[in-house]
């Protein structure tokens, strides 16, 4: 296996849109480690850490001080982070000048879809998703992790980085007809954010429509997708329904770990009308 190109600390924060200073800060606070420090004491990143930058520098966009981050950090649940917002919001509320959208993004709760939130491993079922429209990334095809690292980055930075900390839902949007599970890593993808505040943003809105889908909740590995595209592509043909074109995969929570994805996340496909 070829080894994982790392970057300079410079590099790193060009791509992160951060300052050398800052991640220095942080390392010596103990919030954000570089991957790897050489013997002369040069600081070196990973990819991969893109997803977890972004997301400190979206709570500290929202106002959190260093060390609220810190302590929501060595407690990532949805309690500690929402202590640390409930207030925030508070503080902003009595501030009218401040930007709406800030606004918007802390007021937002989690969207408690039932169905979604019901769905068991590798078991596919159907159900009703309401509409919903997202902020997507331009189209995306043959890219290594490093380059969807660096494309969910820049999707992040273009929708605004206070985002990552909000409950809307988030994934990607891959162009996979029929749910064909060995086929899943050769197809192209779109990052998709869920749209949640009315601004106007120069970046390509897309809708996914109301009706039946078919769903399954998988882990997020390769193994572990191709499992749920199998058990969602078997329940269409022994239900005798034809699957849409395009596989909708939403992330379970907020902390991205890989390839833009949190450790679990839901597949689904929509059911075409004819079928309904």
Request: hydrophobic share 35%; aromatic share 10%; net charge negative.
């Amino acid at each position: 296996m070829p080894t994982k190109k790392l970057l300079s600390i410079s590099e790193f924060a060009k791509i992160a849109q951060t300052t050398r200073r800052t991640l220095i800060s942080y390392d010596q606070k103990d919030i954000f480690k570089p991957a790897k420090i050489a013997e002369n004491g040069y600081r070196y990143y990973s990819y991969g850490q893109l997803y977890q930058i972004g997301f400190i520098l979206g709570l500290r966009d929202l106002g959190l001080s260093v060390e609220e981050i810190k302590d929501y950090l060595s407690d990532d649940s949805s309690d500690a982070l929402n202590k640390k917002l409930i207030p925030l919001r508070q503080k902003i509320e009595q501030r009218i000048q401040n930007p709406q959208q800030i606004l918007t993004i802390l007021r937002q709760k989690e969207s408690h879809n039932t169905q979604l939130r019901n769905t068991d491993f590798y078991v596919a079922k159907k159900c009703f998703l309401p509409k919903r429209e997202f902020w997507c990334s331009d189209f995306k095809a043959d890219c290594s992790e490093e380059e969807i690292a660096r494309a969910y980055s820049e999707f992040y930075q273009e929708v605004g980085a206070g985002l990552m900390t909000n409950k809307m839902l988030s994934g990607f949007l891959t162009a996979l007809p029929q749910a064909h599970a060995n086929q899943y890593a050769d197809f192209g993808f779109r990052i998709i954010k869920e749209k949640s505040y009315d601004d106007e943003v120069k970046i390509p809105i897309i809708t996914q429509n109301d009706g039946e889908y078919i769903v399954a909740k998988v882990e997020s590995t390769g193994i572990g997708i191709e499992k749920g595209l199998a058990a969602i592509r078997k329940y269409a043909e022994a239900n005798d329904l034809e699957l849409g074109d395009d596989l909708w995969q939403f992330n379970i929570g907020i902390n991205i770990e890989r390839l833009g994805l949190t450790k679990d996340s839901i597949l689904a496909y929509a059911i075409t009308d004819n079928e309904l």
